[in-house]
C-alpha cells in the first residue's frame, strides 16, 4: 500500500527565509510524486509534479522539489519565502500521474515579518 | 478555461439526510475523483469514474456513491449522512491516457458539507 508522511505539522519561517518542507514516501514502484498547496477554505493548487527524468523539479511560484530514491523523500524547498506563501502544504503519491492519490496529512506554514 | 467548478459551496444537512454534491471536470478532461477532507486531514480517495463507470474505489462504504455522465460531469451522492461526514469534499478532474504519463489532477475549489 502506497503512504505519505510529513513530518512536519506546523512550520514557522521569517519572510525572506529559506524554507525546506519534509516529504517521505511509501511505494512498491516508481512513485510519481507532487506538492499540492491549499490556502484557507479552498482547493488544492498543484505545485509541481515529478514523474520521471531529472530528479530535481521546478514549479510554480519559485518552489522546487528533489526526488531522492534512495531515502524516499520529495522534499520542497523554496530559498525566499513570502508572506503570501502561508498556507497548508500537501505531498502525494500516485500511479500513472492521474490515478487515485494518497496523501500526507499536511504541513502548516506560518510566516513572520 | 473555468478549470474544474463545484457545486454547491456550501452545504448544511441534518443527520439521516442525502445530499448530491456536483463537479464539472476542466475542459478536455475525461476523469473525474473524489475526495473527502476532513478537518485538519489531507484528501481521502473516495472513487474514480471514467467512462461513465466508477474504475476505482477507496476504503469508503457504500452510502458513497458516485455517477458520471456522458459530459463528464460527476455527482457524489452520500445516503444517511452522518455527522462524522462533515468536511470539504474536493472534486479532481484528468485527462486518463494509459501507457503515457497522463496529466495530473486539478481540483475544484470543493463542497464544505456540514451535517447537524
Known amino acids: 500500500a502506497q503512504s505519505v508522511t510529513q513530518p512536519d505539522i506546523h512550520i514557522t519561517v521569517s519572510e525572506g527565509a529559506s524554507l525546506e518542507l519534509r516529504c517521505n514516501y511509501s511505494?512498491?514502484?516508481?512513485?510519481?510524486l507532487f506538492w499540492y498547496v491549499q490556502s484557507p477554505g479552498q482547493g488544492l493548487q498543484l505545485l509541481l509534479k515529478y514523474f520521471s527524468g531529472d530528479t530535481l523539479v521546478q514549479g510554480i511560484k519559485g518552489f522546487e522539489a528533489e526526488f531522492k530514491r534512495s531515502q524516499s523523500s520529495f522534499n520542497l524547498r523554496k530559498p525566499s519565502v513570502h508572506w503570501s506563501d502561508a498556507a497548508e502544504y500537501f505531498c502525494?503519491?500516485?500511479?500513472?500521474?492521474?490515478?487515485?492519490?494518497?496523501f500526507g496529512t499536511g504541513t502548516r506554514l506560518t510566516i513572520i515579518p | 478555461d473555468a478549470g474544474v467548478t463545484q457545486s454547491p459551496t456550501h452545504l448544511i444537512k441534518t443527520r439521516g439526510q442525502q445530499v448530491t454534491l456536483r463537479c464539472s471536470p476542466k475542459s478536455g478532461h475525461d476523469t473525474v475523483s473524489w475526495y473527502q477532507q476532513a478537518l485538519g486531514q489531507g484528501p481521502q480517495f473516495i472513487f474514480q469514474y471514467y467512462e461513465e463507470e466508477e474504475r476505482q474505489r477507496g476504503n469508503f462504504p457504500d452510502r458513497f456513491s458516485g455517477h458520471q455522465f456522458p459530459n463528464y460531469s460527476s455527482e457524489l451522492n452520500v445516503n444517511a449522512l452522518l455527522l462524522g461526514d462533515s468536511a470539504l469534499y474536493l472534486c479532481?478532474?484528468?485527462?486518463?491516457?494509459?501507457?503515457?504519463?497522463?496529466?495530473?489532477?486539478?481540483f475544484g475549489q470543493g463542497t464544505r458539507l456540514t451535517v447537524v
Open positions: 511505494y512498491g514502484a516508481t512513485p510519481y
Open positions: 479532481a478532474s484528468s485527462l486518463l491516457d494509459r501507457g503515457r504519463d497522463g496529466t495530473e489532477a486539478f
Open positions: 502525494a503519491v500516485g500511479a500513472f500521474g492521474n490515478e487515485k492519490l494518497t
